[in-house]
C-alpha cells in the first residue's frame, strides 16, 4: 500500500510517495509554462538553454535497472514534462 505525506517546510505541493521499494517525491504542474514557480528543471540539449520541469523523482532500492549483466544497489529516476504532450523522458542514474 501507499502511503502519502507531505514534509513541514517542504515546498507547497510538494508531495513525498513512500512505496515498497522506493520513495518518490511528486512535484506541482505548472499551469502554464508563463507561471513561476519554483520547480526542479533538466536542460535537456535538444534546445540548450531550454529547460523543462520534473514530474517526479523516484528514489529505488535495490535498484530495478542493470547494465550489460551488472547489478546495482540503488538508482535514481526522473521524470521530465515533455512539451506538447509528447511522453515523459526518464533520466536514470544507477548507484553502486
Known amino acids: 500500500p501507499l502511503e502519502r505525506s ?7 505541493g510538494v508531495e513525498l510517495q513512500i512505496r515498497s521499494n522506493s520513495l518518490r517525491i511528486a512535484y506541482p ?20 538553454g531550454k529547460f523543462l520541469d520534473v514530474a517526479h523523482v523516484d528514489f529505488k532500492v535495490p ?10 544497489d540503488a538508482e535514481v529516476n526522473i521524470y521530465v514534462i515533455q512539451k506538447a504532450g509528447r511522453g515523459i523522458p526518464v533520466i536514470t542514474v544507477l548507484f553502486k
Open 63 to 72: 535498484a530495478e535497472h542493470t547494465l550489460l549483466g551488472e547489478t546495482f
Open 29 to 48: 504542474r505548472r499551469p502554464s509554462r508563463n507561471t513561476p514557480l519554483d520547480l526542479p528543471s533538466v536542460d535537456i540539449p535538444q534546445g540548450w
Open 6 to 12: 507531505t514534509e513541514e517546510g517542504s515546498a507547497e
